[in-house]
């Protein structure tokens, strides 16, 4: 590499499914004109992140890595965010942005806020794609392309430092959308922290299927693969995120416990006309909301 060329250096910590996407897509578009050093849990996986062109150079040296990045793409299970912030903070250069890929934000933005010193700055990502393999052999170059991308601006961050982050994410052809961060955390809940755990539920309640679990195994087709095709996602990443984003969702659950309540009581009625609108209405209000939404972007 020419390094007289690089116009753009970013650090990605966490070169998994996410960072690595994210990596590879970069490298894609920019070539030579950027840089990106990476920081790995393990040697396997930081051979592998340069091996595949997600990364120049990975080390688990934190201050190599980090020491000359205009910008540092965090990517670890969120609780593992702020304590690594810690780490690298005290080789940042002046006018660092910092950005993340975390699927809650007001509990990093509420812990970092009072760390970050004021030529440091933040700016909350939360990317939303995924696949429901993990690691850098997953990524994907095109992992974010058609997606929604959601960018937090109530941070603080400076008008140029949001400009020279965008100039670089827009190369993902993201669908780059602005919530404030309760905002966002509410949402995220419904849309994506809450199917988790009912996926995970749908598993669950196939291996307490006791004596029948055999026979049901062998029924399983595509509706069951769908439905729970998330449940294989990463569990370090979901334990923390139903830790800092709780609130939200314990009162989604509740929710859903009472729609589950109203279902119950319909069946046990046998009245017919409920169920038959509890669906109707569900699948009328589905195809909407996707017909909108698909004009837009690609929501899977």
Not at 75 to 101: C, E
Not at 106 to 120: A, F, N, S
Not at 257 to 272: C, H, K, L, T, Y
Request: charged share 25%.
């Amino acid at each position: 590499m020419n390094k007289s060329n690089i116009k753009i250096r970013l650090a990605i910590i966490g070169v998994g499914l996410i960072g690595g996407s994210l990596g590879l897509c970069l490298k894609d578009k920019l070539c030579d004109n950027i840089y990106i050093t990476g920081l790995c849990r393990t040697q396997k996986s930081m051979d592998l992140a340069m091996e595949l062109g997600a990364v120049d150079f990975a080390s688990p040296d934190i201050e190599a890595v980090v020491k000359d990045a205009d910008i540092v793409f965090l990517s670890p299970p969120v609780l593992q965010i702020v304590p690594m912030v810690q780490k690298i903070l005290p080789y940042l250069k002046s006018g660092t942005i910092l950005t993340d890929a975390g699927s809650t934000k007001q509990y990093i933005w509420e812990h970092l806020q009072e760390i970050l010193p004021p030529d440091i700055y933040y700016i909350a990502g939360h990317p939303m794609t995924g696949r429901e393999l993990s690691g850098v052999a997953a990524a994907k170059k095109d992992l974010f392309k058609g997606k929604a991308y959601v960018i937090v601006e109530d941070t603080g961050a400076p008008k140029e430092a949001h400009e020279k982050l965008m100039s670089i994410l827009r190369l993902t052809e993201a669908n780059f959308t602005t919530l404030d961060i309760a905002k966002h955390d509410r949402c995220a809940s419904i849309i994506s922290h809450v199917p988790h755990v009912t996926a995970a539920a749908l598993v669950t309640l196939l291996n307490r299927a006791g004596g029948d679990l055999e026979s049901c195994i062998k029924l399983i087709g595509g509706g069951f693969k769908d439905t729970t095709r998330i449940a294989s996602s990463n569990a370090d990443m979901w334990a923390d995120i139903c830790m800092t984003n709780g609130k939200a969702i314990a009162a989604n659950l509740r929710d859903m416990q009472a729609i589950f309540d109203e279902v119950i009581g319909a069946i046990e009625r046998d009245d017919r006309q409920a169920i038959h609108d509890y669906f109707a209405a569900s699948k009328t209000r589905r195809d909407s909301i996707l017909e909108a939404v698909e004009k837009k972007f690609d929501p899977n």
